[in-house]
């Protein structure tokens, strides 16, 4: 008792440092109502599952700048942008990109690709690229368009200062590209960043925006102190961890990659930090509207931000009203360690912004809200609390991984890899928990299958849309969690017990027979 007036105040700071008051509490949009709403908006691989199925297993499996998700009326789809195999020194060499359906595969759970465009509006070349995570030194270029953002070699003391700044006196002699000459320093994306706003700490994610024939990167960008009073310590970044005690989310900085033009887009709701320094360099800000066509609603949520808003709302509560002590349910867990890395983003019905999710958790570690951020040209995080807290998370995990266990076996040449638990909002305060499993090979990886659950009953299935109902009784099934209808969870057990004896699946047959026995006693 003698230590809750200090418990308080540390509370307290602790929401202002970490921004909570900026979450909102109404979703701006309306939530899906039913699980099979959902059908065309989950994707189906994880991104190192995805990589390992287009046969990119030599590359890291977290790599940045690898995946960009984004909605369309035929799906959720998956772009890979890849640099070339390999380049020879002083060539510029076009990256590709590889479209997939994430929310689909083939018949026998391979990547489903997007059709090849013959439209120049989405050519599969992207181009040569100046500027990603992954290139260092600099590069002399020829401009004949005057669109790459450089300064050029144009005259005898240019050419000297450059070859005296990088100890490279063939820059003063050699014989230059023409028309017009340019010298691209700081090509590593958050070294060229960094450059320009040192003053902000940059995300863990750098995300990739593919817009016709043009490659942006996107790296969220958030003012950050690690001495602000009284406030409970945190750590982000996934790579190099910074330990701070006071995060908010204060722009977005987004580079081209073809040319190295930077853009800072504030946000616009602004901590005290980022307004004084808009106010002191006032022309290195851009709104939204000034983006290249396409970039700004395909900016990715603020995913940092949200994590650990969502521990400390966990911990404190959103605005003081009651103190949880629980904790976010970290994004990996329930699936197996091989899926190391980023998460996949999913999409909602009615907007394009891709958005994503985590689970808070109680005491009893029952799901009581879910964190979701969202994307776009209007980034936000919102909490959505549960009607009712979910079962125990235990029990879910279980039921998820011996729904599948129990539909498909993996074949002799793989073993079997859970994927991560995606967890999304549903309308009228319910969770939907989706899982897939891989069929984890030497040289690819396919989806094996899918489980659903409501909270009610698991189903599982060999496609996303046979899992959430959409095309009527799932493929595969097993036992309920705790349904709150007993006829309903009769009938749909003895459905399970008459699909898996028409297949001659007897271990599904025997689970759903134990567990009508449970269920009726």
Request: no cysteine.
């Amino acid at each position: 008792a003698r230590e809750a007036g200090y418990l308080s105040t540390r509370a307290d700071y602790t929401r202002r440092a970490y921004a909570l008051q900026r979450i909102q509490t109404d979703s701006v949009r309306s939530l899906p109502s039913r699980p099979s709403d959902l059908a065309s908006s989950i994707s189906v691989w994880d991104p190192a599952a995805l990589m390992r199925a287009l046969g990119r297993r030599g590359r890291a499996p977290s790599a940045p700048g690898t995946v960009q998700w984004s909605a369309s009326p035929e799906g959720l789809r998956a772009t890979v942008a890849e640099p070339p195999a390999s380049v020879d020194e002083g060539e510029r060499a076009d990256w590709s990109m590889t479209r997939v359906w994430a929310s689909r595969t083939e018949s026998d759970g391979a990547v489903a690709r997007v059709p090849a465009s013959r439209s120049a509006r989405e050519p599969e070349q992207i181009g040569p690229v100046l500027v990603a995570d992954s290139l260092d030194g600099y590069r002399v270029v020829s401009d004949s368009l005057n669109a790459i953002a450089a300064p050029a070699l144009d005259g005898t003391w240019s050419r000297l200062v450059f070859s005296w700044a990088l100890q490279n006196f063939r820059l003063l002699t050699a014989e230059l590209p023409h028309p017009v000459a340019r010298i691209v320093t700081h090509r590593a994306l958050r070294d060229r960043l960094d450059a320009i706003a040192p003053y902000f700490l940059q995300g863990s994610t750098i995300s990739p925006i593919v817009v016709a024939d043009s490659l942006y990167w996107a790296v969220d960008l958030y003012s950050a102190s690690n001495s602000y009073p009284l406030s409970e310590r945190d750590s982000v970044l996934d790579v190099d961890v910074v330990n701070v005690t006071y995060l908010q989310h204060a722009a977005v900085g987004i580079a081209s990659a073809q040319t190295g033009a930077v853009w800072i887009v504030a946000d616009s709701a602004r901590d005290p930090i980022a307004e004084s320094w808009l106010a002191a360099f006032p022309t290195l800000f851009v709104s939204p509207a000034s983006l290249p066509q396409g970039v700004a609603s395909a900016l990715p949520p603020p995913v940092d931000a949200a994590r650990v808003q969502g521990r400390k709302l966990a911990s404190y509560g959103l605005r003081g009203e009651v103190e949880r002590h629980g904790h976010l349910l970290p994004e990996e867990a329930g699936s197996d360690t091989t899926l190391a890395g980023e998460s996949a983003l999913f999409s909602l019905p009615g907007t394009d912004a891709m958005q994503w999710s985590a689970a808070v958790l109680d005491g009893n570690e029952h799901a009581v809200g879910v964190m979701l951020a969202s994307g776009g040209s209007a980034p936000a995080v919102h909490w959505l609390p549960l009607a009712t807290p979910s079962a125990r998370w235990s029990t879910v995990a279980d039921q998820l991984r011996r729904a599948l266990d129990t539909t498909v076996s993996a074949p002799r040449d793989a073993h079997a890899v859970h994927g991560r638990v995606r967890m999304l909002p549903l309308a009228a305060g319910r969770l939907l928990f989706v899982q897939p499993l891989y069929g984890w090979r030497t040289d690819g990886a396919t989806v094996l299958a899918i489980a659903a659950t409501t909270d009610t009953v698991v189903n599982a299935a060999h496609s996303l849309a046979d899992a959430l109902g959409t095309r009527g009784t799932p493929v595969d099934a097993t036992s309920p969690i705790a349904a709150n209808d007993f006829r309903t969870a009769a009938e749909q057990l003895y459905a399970r017990m008459s699909a898996a004896l028409r297949r001659g699946a007897w271990v599904a047959f025997g689970h759903a027979y134990a567990a009508l026995g449970a269920l009726l006693n």
